[in-house]
């Protein structure tokens, strides 16, 4: 399996690492994506991307920090053999919609440099799917990624596919109350055009809420999407992970 949207390379962790790279191993998670927020996050998702064999880089401005205004200095970053996407960014008027004018702006530009660098994006959409949609549609054909943790409907989905994007979908599948669009989606859009993903430590999968979530928690998400879908796990398995690999470009399996 590959865990496409990780935060292994925050401070949440309470155990080693080592330990929760090998735990991933153990429950059949390969390859990991350790994803940037900011310059912290995205120097220290490269360092553990070339510790760790299994593991990738993605560098970017998540919306959360926008005000930092620190996205210039993350360009000598994207050099690293071991990145091979830009993000996380993207669009969040949930916790705000006050600096709405640099989101977009800042979304944008990165969008922008994504297409220079041919890297495919890692997008974070939080009641703003239309606003980012239509900034990604200006640039169809020439840029790529996923709509990570999708939390919009199967509408929005098909949209973002018929973009060329993929859809990401991570430990909300597994809640028992307001995830009908969620399992629709699931239910419905091409299997060739859906990542599997933790976004470990958050969004704990069911039944265990509350704690830290991990890598290797992804095999609950496979198991999901297989019953929702009336699949073998296998087959979960082996098209989400063929996914990933033929997005981010890695051949070295």
Same mark, same amino acid.
């Given at each position: ?23 991933? &191993? ?5 390859? =990991?994506m350790a994803v940037g927020m900011d310059l912290e996050t995205s120097i220290k998702a490269i360092e553990i991307a070339n ?27 994207? &050099?690293?053999?071991?990145? $091979? ?20 702006? $800042?979304?944008?530009?990165?969008? =922008? ?14 009641? /703003? ?22 939390? /919009? ?13 993929? =859809?990401? $979908? ?6 028992? /109350? ?26 704990t999968r069911v039944p265990f809420r509350g704690k830290v979530n991990e890598p290797a928690n992804l095999k609950y998400i496979?198991? &999901? ?19 990933? &690999? ?8």
């Amino acid at each position: 399996m590959f865990d496409t949207h990780t935060h292994i390379n925050t401070n949440k962790f309470t155990e080693t690492l080592d330990d929760v790279i090998k735990r991933a &191993k153990n429950s059949g998670v390969n390859n =990991i994506m350790a994803v940037g927020m900011d310059l912290e996050t995205s120097i220290k998702a490269i360092e553990i991307a070339n510790k760790y064999e299994n593991v990738y880089a993605s560098v970017g401005l998540h919306p959360g920090y926008v005000d930092n205004n620190d996205h210039f200095d993350l360009d000598h970053l994207y &050099k690293d053999k071991k990145v $091979v996407a830009f993000g996380e960014i993207g669009l969040d008027f949930y916790w705000t919609d006050k600096n709405k004018d640099l989101q977009l702006k $800042v979304f944008e530009e990165q969008i =922008i440099k994504a297409i220079k660098l041919n890297l495919p994006v890692i997008i974070h959409t939080r009641n /703003s799917f239309d606003e980012a949609y239509n900034i990604v549609k200006k640039y169809e054909g020439k840029v790529t990624g996923v709509f990570h943790c999708f939390s /919009s409907n199967f509408t929005d989905a098909q949209k973002a596919i018929d973009l060329g994007f993929y =859809i990401g $979908v991570d430990g909300p599948i597994t809640f028992n /109350s307001k995830n009908e669009d969620l399992i629709e989606i699931v239910k419905k859009i091409d299997l060739n055009k859906l990542l599997i993903e933790t976004d470990s430590p958050y969004l704990t999968r069911v039944p265990f809420r509350g704690k830290v979530n991990e890598p290797a928690n992804l095999k609950y998400i496979a198991k &999901k999407v297989a019953e929702i879908r009336n699949i073998t796990f296998e087959e979960v398995v082996e098209t989400t992970t063929n996914n990933a &690999k033929k997005l981010f470009k890695i051949k070295e399996w």
